[in-house]
């Protein structure tokens, strides 16, 4: 399974237990996130953007709310079903491979925390397609901020737990962005660390959102128990921990 690609390994359906505590739990972007993918586009309630792989529309209220319309495509209905929702943002069924958008009819293409998910070649031709000429594409992630002390063992820690051996899964999907056909310009930027505060209930939901982390079973009670131990390590006076993200964005056009 290490060597298998993210996208053969059922990303439609393996986030559908995940939903409720992906709405719940996952962090937000940093607003310099949101600045570096409009900066030097039309104003905002000019923009026609589409969100791919948008899932509980965390990213596709950010952009909303600073008045960019948003189709939010996302192929989980269990995701789609707890969005919340804005008065600029439509969600719709659709992959990233597979958008059902018209040609040439999106300002901008975002996909944050997703892309790593996406078959990469036909995800950027269709990225292309929707898109308009002078159009846009982002893609954004929120990593692990391994200076910080509790965020370097909260991920090793959920890295052991889960067995999990696809780390080099965000590299691969930045080098097909790099090397495409598709886009002629490539910038990337790094936001300053974002931090995530989270009291015990939230933590143990935090991890619960990813996909590979156990559900049930001898290791899903180590994982409570293995959290609970961090939060005490770690918590602060007021009863919280941080999670520290770099945020990456990357730019094609």
Known sequence: MQDSPLYTLDPLNRFTERA???????????A???????????????????????GTGIASRLLAERG??????????????????????????????????????????????????????????EFRRILKPTGRLAVVWNNFDKDDD????????????????RSKSRQIAVESLKQTQYFSN????????YRQELDLDGLIGRAMSI??????????????????????????ERGFVYIAYQTNVYILS
């Open 150 to 165: 509790f965020t370097l063992e909260y991920s090793n820690f959920i890295h052991t737990i889960s067995n999990n051996h």
């Open 68 to 125: 960019v319309k948003v189709i939010a495509v996302e192929p989980n209905a269990a995701m789609r079903e707890v969005a919340q929702t804005h008065k600029n943002v439509e969600y719709r069924n659709g992959s990233a491979e597979a958008t059902n958008l018209p040609d040439a009819s999106v300002d901008l293409v975002t996909a944050f925390q997703a892309f790593h998910w996406f078959n990469p070649e036909p995800t950027l031709l």
């Open 20 to 30: 409720d505590d992906y709405v719940k739990h996952r962090p937000s972007y940093p």
């Open 211 to 236: 996909s590979y982390v156990p559900r049930e079973g001898e290791s899903h009670e180590s994982l409570i128990s293995g959290l609970q131990h961090l939060y005490q390590q770690f918590r602060d």
């Open 186 to 193: 490539y910038c990337e930027y790094q936001c300053k660390t």
């Open 32 to 54: 310099e996130a949101i600045d570096v993918i409009l900066t030097g586009l039309a104003p905002a309630s000019q923009i026609l953007a589409a969100d791919i792989g948008a």
